[in-house]
């Protein structure tokens, strides 16, 4: 009778523990904020002829400067769920620089996001040539649906003098989970001008994002119907799954070690928007390593029918090349490019090839690097809250960090303390009790704004691991005002979220979707983002300059002494990897920095007697 007590008390508290996972939407987004950084400002350039045509097929996350004038949107291929082709404009509630447009106000509905076309010519028209403004949307996608009051709307520009904006459509349709299309005809003369612009705004609670519209594929042309909703093409859609079974990113050598990590079959999505059936005669995959440039594998798919407006899921056969390395913690890049054949008629050959690369880092992790969302848990006062990620390695390996995500907070999380855990095991399944190897306490969520987003917290020991599972995770205190931390969640993940939390002193599987943004790091020492007391531009024995620097970085002893004489250097990047080292004997020393990208760095030197320093730089 206990036993059936017990089991029934602990079955209730587990049911209840469910309630306790919550997701949010992100306030701060910082791969825009990077890119806003290397961009060029927005320039208005000559005015543009039809037909203008759009798909956000591109690398960079603001709109393509030769159609667009705005830098407020966030072009990418992650937050959609089954884009018309490859990359969506998506509108939030944060400005180009990656914030809410109002912090303080989060409640206040205004237009936010804004995506204004540049000046097209429509001079030499007329109402009888038949134009035609069509385009797709979608409400939410892998984001926070829009409320009610939110909307998507679309202004044409007249030639009036006074309020030459005119709306012309809008909807606050938020049913429209898949995409919809809109075709909208343009006969008023007060629009057939030299002048000519368009403007898509999304209407949003402009101090919390989760209000979110992607928009995607647009085409105005003349000669057009209003049953003209097609436009021939044939284009890839959705991200390829990624080419490990478990991870999207580990060590090479923990790969070379693992034996069975690749997937068996690689797919890809393919859309077909002729107005009428076709045939890919070939789908091709070609991989690249990008170290050594050779190839590595290959497939191919013959003879693939579509029918109009059919996507379909193509798979491949996934290839398991292992090309040697000479040193075991070099990182390693595969270029996984799909391709088909051109099709007669295709209109828009940039989105028939798809490249995606595969990095072998000194971390794991099952995210992309994207979050869509944040995760969080929902904390009882007076209990502790934990999260554990559990991981497997084929081969023993080094512990040396974690690398997190964290997701921002309004307000802030800046007074929250945390505890990282490393478990061998936890008490689940066949588990009675928790195995910790290691903790770090007195630790604070921060954030980095940059497209490396992840703070990288370095342990004070390093971690023996063995060959097998392991649990890397944090704890909230009970009391302590840390009531709940927001993680970078990752909503393209589809597979099981190896994650555990714990709120009720009993283990339980999380349900949410997802890859919460937790990366183990692996291998060689480490250096952690939380060393600002120490990255100072100048010290009394150091000195560098030019910073931000170029190609090169000039690095002067100002203490000649024999025994400060600097010996060697190394330069770290902000995951922790050493990029880069040498050796320095002159008072004045010119280090190289050619191979290196753009971003922040940390220079590592260690002198004659063994002291060492650390410099943050920027490379430009």
Known sequence: MKKTLFTLLLSCMILLSYSQEFVAPLQFQPIARTALKSSAPKAKISSLSLP???DFNQKSAFPDASKWLDRQVYINNTMAKNPISIGVATFDALSQYGMPYDSLDPHSIRYADSLSSQVIDLSSYNPNDSLYLSFWYQAAG??????????LMLFFKSNKSTNPWQKIWSTSDTTALDFKQVILSITDTQYLHSNFQFRFINKASIGTNDDVWNLDYILLNAHRNRNDTLLNDMAFGAQPNSFLKEYNAMPYRQYLAGGAQVEDSLYVSIKNNFNNSQTISTLQLNAVHQNTSTSIGSATKSSINFNTLETKTIKLENYKASPSSSDPYEKVIFENKFCFNALSGDSRQTNDTLSVTQVFDNYLAYDDGSAEMSYFLNLFPTLPGKIALEFELPQADTLR???IYF???????SNKYFSIEVYKDIAYGGSSSDHLLYQLDGLQPKYYDTVNHFWIYKFNTPIALEAGTFYIGTTQAALSGSDSLYFGLDRNRIKSNHLYYNVLDVWTPSLIQGAIMLRPLLGQDIVGTNINEVATVMNQELCLWPNPATEVLNIKLLNTKPSAQILDYRIYNLLGQCVQKGNLQN???????NSLPSGTYFLHT???NKKQMITKFTIQ
């Open 606 to 608: 260690t002198s004659q």
């Open 401 to 403: 960090g974690l690398a």
């Open 587 to 593: 008072t004045i020393q010119k280090i190289q920095l």
């Open 52 to 54: 203008f045509f759009e």
């Open 407 to 413: 997701g921002r907070q309004v307000p802030t999380a």
């Open 142 to 151: 892998l984001g926070f649906m829009p409320e009610r009051s939110d909307s």
